[in-house]
T-cell receptor
Framework: DAGVTQSPTHLIKTRGQQVTLRCSPKSGHDTVSWYQQALGQGPQFIFQYYEEEERQRGNFPDRFSGHQFPNYSSELNVNALLLGDSALYLC???????????FGPGTRLTVL | GENVEQHPSTLSVQEGDSAVIKCTYSDSASNYFPWYKQELGKGPQLIIDIRSNVGEKKDQRIAVTLNKTAKHFSLHITETQPEDSAVYFCAAFYTGNQFYFGTGTSLTVIP
């Protein structure tokens, strides 16, 4: 049973660039949530996708956008990167409307 | 929104001893409280969870207790082992909203 997978594992970008991160949910799950985890902090909720629509959004600017595909996989896009966007980006999947979420290994984004 | 406070931020115990981590939440509507274990370089792993209609839940060496009146919940690990060393996060959630995580507890089990 495949768990949540994310790609790439690591990514280095420069300020002002754009980045796309990818997530495949756990087998049988249809809902994907994205989190940002700064060093030494707990994950912070960015947004959640179900049925290819953004269902909830945390306190993140419009530079953060996402998409969900018919196969339930998802992308997180961040435009106009700032140094402060450097973090571990986590994807979690669940089966709607269950609140039990399972996390992937994350993508480490470094902005120089 | 919800606010989740977690204590202590670091905890060291001798192998075989018990470890307790406590979290408080602010929103009385929260009804689901998971605990995650995060090892270095990995994503958080769900280890146990509890819902607001239950006061205690146990899974082998791990247990979670919930006090809805006081709005706090705790993780108890008994007979700790070196492989229990990790960062532990609590979270609070209510249906139709988002997860709010605590700031984490770094647990070190000394052999």
């Amino acid at each position: 049973d495949a768990g949540v997978t994310q790609s790439p594992t690591h990514l280095i970008k420069t300020r002002g660039q754009q980045v796309t991160l990818r997530c495949s949910p756990k087998s049988g799950h249809d809902t994907v949530s994205w989190y940002q985890q700064a060093l030494g902090q707990g994950p912070q909720f960015i947004f959640q996708y179900y049925e290819e629509e953004e269902r909830q959004r945390g306190n993140f600017p419009d530079r953060f956008s996402g998409h969900q595909f018919p196969n339930y996989s998802s992308e997180l896009n961040v435009n106009a990167l700032l140094l402060g966007d450097s973090a571990l980006y986590l994807c979690a999947s669940s089966l709607w409307p269950s609140d039990t979420q399972y996390f992937g290994p994350g993508t480490r984004l470094t902005v120089l | 929104g919800e606010n989740v406070e977690q204590h202590p931020s670091t905890l060291s115990v001798q192998e075989g001893d018990s470890a307790v981590i406590k979290c408080t939440y602010s929103d009385s509507a929260s009804n689901y409280f998971p605990w995650y274990k995060q090892e270095l370089g990995k994503g958080p792993q769900l280890i146990i969870d509890i819902r607001s209609n239950v006061g205690e839940k146990k899974d082998q060496r791990i247990a979670v207790t919930l006090n809805k009146t006081a709005k706090h919940f705790s993780l108890h690990i008994t007979e700790t082992q070196p492989e229990d060393s990790a960062v532990y996060f609590c979270a609070a959630f209510y249906t139709g909203n988002q997860f709010y995580f605590g700031t984490g507890t770094s647990l070190t089990v000394i052999p």
